[in-house]
């Protein structure tokens, strides 16, 4: 079946630290991957996202993603965190059905915890 | 980018009542979606609302819980029916104009059935 594995569901970081948040997805067709973030009660906003092109996409906030087509992954990162990161996290890919029809799957979410 | 309006924002029901909720978006998109989120997982899409035609539901889902209408290529309506504390969730309206563009959201209905 197709999906969508964010590896993490929790990640704690202190301020001013890296972070990676994992997502692989299982797909033998072209795809189109996205990150969402959710601050919250708030609705989700998009990151960034990756149609073609260039495997390195920057987003907003700092974030960016990196597009491995061999290891169908699009991970996350910041290069130093911010309070105000602290958030839940969504990948989410398109992914072509039995049918050719293609179908936007949801990973399961990281909350990332930046502390103090 | 579009700006997508739901409401209500939120709203307190009771069992055995329905809830109707409207989502507007500022321009025209060719795909309009219905999700659900319980507290703290991630989005579960209840269907695709089709302009003019019936709604393609997910497995799990149907038209005589979830009767969704699309009149324009604006707007939505989702009704949640003979609503079960089972129903409580958040909703969220969503709309794009391709699968290889980016999904708009609106902030949500928080929904609690007592």
């Known amino acids: 079946a197709q999906s969508v594995t964010q590896l993490d569901s929790q990640v704690p970081v202190f301020e001013e630290a890296p972070v990676e948040l994992r997502c692989n997805y299982s797909?033998?067709?072209?795809?189109?991957l996205f990150w969402y973030v959710q601050y919250p009660n708030q609705g989700l906003q998009l990151l960034l996202k990756y149609l073609s092109g260039s495997t390195l996409v920057k987003g907003i906030n700092g974030f960016e993603a990196e597009f491995n087509k061999s290891q169908t992954s699009f991970h996350l990162r910041k290069p130093s965190v911010h309070i105000s990161d602290t958030a839940e996290y969504f990948c989410?890919?398109?992914?072509?059905?039995?049918?050719?029809?293609?179908?936007?799957?949801w990973g399961l979410g990281t909350s990332l915890a930046v502390n103090p | 980018s579009a700006v997508i309006s739901q409401k209500p924002s939120r709203d307190i029901c009771q069992r055995g009542t329905s809830l109707t909720i409207q989502c507007q978006v500022d321009?025209?998109?060719?795909?309009m979606f219905w999700y659900r989120q319980q507290p703290g997982q991630s989005l579960t899409l209840i269907a695709t609302a089709n302009q003019g035609s019936e709604a393609t539901y997910e497995s799990g889902f149907v038209i005589d819980k979830f009767p969704i209408s699309r009149p324009n290529l604006t707007f939505s309506t989702l009704t949640v029916s003979n609503m079960s504390p089972e129903d409580s969730s958040i909703y969220l309206c969503?709309?794009?104009?391709?699968?290889?563009?980016?999904?708009?959201f609106g902030q949500g209905t928080r929904l609690t059935v007592v």
């Open positions: 989410a890919v398109t992914l072509q059905d039995a049918g050719n029809n293609r179908k936007l799957i």
């Open positions: 797909s033998s067709v072209s795809v189109y």
């Open positions: 969503s709309a794009n104009r391709g699968m290889n563009t980016e999904a708009f």
């Open positions: 321009s025209q998109v060719t795909m």
